[in-house]
């Protein structure tokens, strides 16, 4: 009895195709070793940056080296590294004057705070322009008059496309309107009062962003002549210059600590001679947001004695199956026709940080990548589909649905994004790749109640479930390495997401 079973398990190894032995290597036994080990308390959460989330790179990279794949990042190694620099607004020597009409005095932290650190201490100034209605339609104005201004912001609240079409126009300064009661803006100003990492993808050149009381400003824009009620229901978008009125701001920073950040780089060259030029992204965000308390981020709260955020499934999930990944396709034999980056980075939780670094200074020309396929968060809710962001954008939702279909055996369905009021697609780091052409998909399960909490730890994970995604998410970029034509997008999406028009 046992040859017979040897002998049917040695038939039924040699009837699969490399592909689906590639595929049986993800197992749901090591997504729940691999996750316990960078969701572990001792990880302490994964904040950007930390000792904990260097260990979980340095952890990465020795798996990278131990499966054999190319090292991508700096000076020959696995990590490509970003500047990291904390500062500290100096609030006694940061103010704000407007001049010229509806002449005010702005105290800082009194009315306004600034809402970015992306600045030198310096003095800014420009002629006050008000923005009403909406950011994301057609704008016919000239906004080539808008360079140099002091634009208000009417719209309460800014996507990340707004803020990139607000920045190309560049103004010295950005004022976004508040109506938070006292309580709220009393936590406002103490959070931004602290020492902060700065942006590291941010130009300190560009436009100084202000966080002000609509009460503060309101009585100055009755003074010059407008009404911001009227302005705030505005629908049609207007760019009105409010007389010869100036803002004036004395900006002020003080330098508190220099670090720098990892990203994880790995690359399993190509078969094809030709193919091998372009690259396929498998990507994901193995930071999480730290200890509950101030040095966190993202709404984490202690509960009770557990004040480690561990982030099992945002995204030690995606993390992981990245991995996973990895070891399928650098066992496999042939290889893909193009080339695979298997990229983990970090700072997603601070603001897409590490994956808009990569996306500036790519281990190969950026032209060269046919598609970024990103994970996070795909380790929990349901058991039998799988939310694919972006499949309505390019004919890689396409190419998903039909290798979804030729595998019934994962029991795994790709379904279309079903929170689009969410704007997930501006939210996880597939957005810096699509911002710069590249087609994508952004694979993701949903938030949950665990959310950003010590609770999101990884005996929560299905790690079954999960086993399946990344198989399906494996064949998705197999057929893609494959394939004799890169992926293409939707014309009117390309137009509306990398031109802005």
């Excluded at 705070?113 to 104005?141: H, K, M, R, W």
């Excluded at 309101?218 to 009404?227: A, E």
Aim: with cysteine; hydrophobic share 40%; aromatic share 8%.
């Amino acid at each position: 009895m046992l040859a017979l079973l040897l002998l049917s398990s040695a038939l039924i190894a040699q009837t699969q195709n490399p592909a689906q032995r590639a595929a049986q290597t993800i197992t749901p036994a090591d997504i729940k070793r691999r996750i316990g080990i960078i969701a572990d308390d001792s990880m302490k959460g994964r904040d950007t940056p930390s000792p904990e989330l260097d260990k979980v790179a340095s952890y990465i990279a020795s798996e990278y080296r131990r499966l054999g794949l190319k090292p991508a990042g700096d000076n020959g190694t696995f990590l490509q590294r970003y500047s990291l620099d904390r500062v500290r607004i100096v609030p006694d020597s940061s103010m704000a004057f407007v001049h010229g009409g509806g002449d005010a005095t702005l105290k800082y932290g009194t009315d306004f705070v600034f809402a970015s650190n992306a600045f030198e201490s310096g003095d800014y100034a420009g002629g006050l322009v008000l923005i009403t209605g909406g950011l994301t339609g057609p704008i016919t104005a000239d906004t080539a008059a808008l360079a140099g201004k002091m634009l208000v912001l009417a719209s309460p609240r800014l996507r990340g496309s707004d803020r990139q079409r607000i920045f190309s126009w560049k103004p010295a300064g950005v004022v976004l309107l508040s109506s938070a009661p006292d309580s709220v803006w009393a936590q406002i100003v103490n959070r931004m009062g602290q020492a902060q990492v700065r942006d590291p993808n941010r130009d300190a050149a560009g436009p100084v962003i202000l966080g002000a009381r609509a009460a503060s400003l309101d009585p100055i824009l009755t003074q010059l002549g407008t009404s911001l009620a009227s302005a705030q229901s505005a629908t049609t978008f207007d760019a009105k210059p409010l007389g010869d009125a100036q803002l004036h701001i004395h900006a002020r920073l003080q330098a508190v600590e220099k670090n720098s950040a990892p990203n994880v780089v790995a690359i399993l060259e190509g078969s094809d001679a030709a193919l091998k030029n372009e690259y396929v992204v498998f990507s994901a965000h193995m930071d999480h947001v730290g200890v509950a308390g101030p040095r966190g981020s993202g709404g984490c709260r202690a509960q009770g004695a557990d004040s480690i955020c561990n982030g099992a499934d945002d995204d030690g999930s995606g993390t992981v199956a990245v991995v996973e990944i990895a070891e399928a396709f650098a066992g496999m034999t042939p290889r893909p026709k193009r080339s695979i980056i298997f990229l983990n980075v970090s700072g997603e939780e601070k603001g897409l940080w590490g994956s808009e670094y990569f996306s500036n200074h790519p281990a190969v020309p950026i032209a060269n990548i046919v598609a970024d396929l990103n994970i996070d968060m795909v380790g929990r809710n349901w058991k039998d589909t799988i939310v694919a962001i972006g499949k309505e954008h390019s004919d890689l939702g396409a190419t998903l649905n039909r290798v979804g279909a030729a595998h019934p055996e994962l029991n795994m369905r790709p379904i279309d994004d079903i929170w689009p009021q969410e704007n997930f697609y501006f939210r996880s780091d597939h957005y810096n790749f699509a911002k710069k052409g590249v087609p994508i998909l952004f694979f993701f399960n949903g938030t949950h109640a665990d959310y950003h909490q010590p609770s999101d730890s990884p005996d929560k994970i299905d790690a079954e479930k999960e086993s399946r995604i990344a198989r399906l998410i494996f064949y998705l970029g197999l057929d893609v390495a494959n394939a004799a034509q890169r992926p293409k997008w939707n014309p009117d999406s390309y137009k509306s997401i990398v031109t802005g028009n």
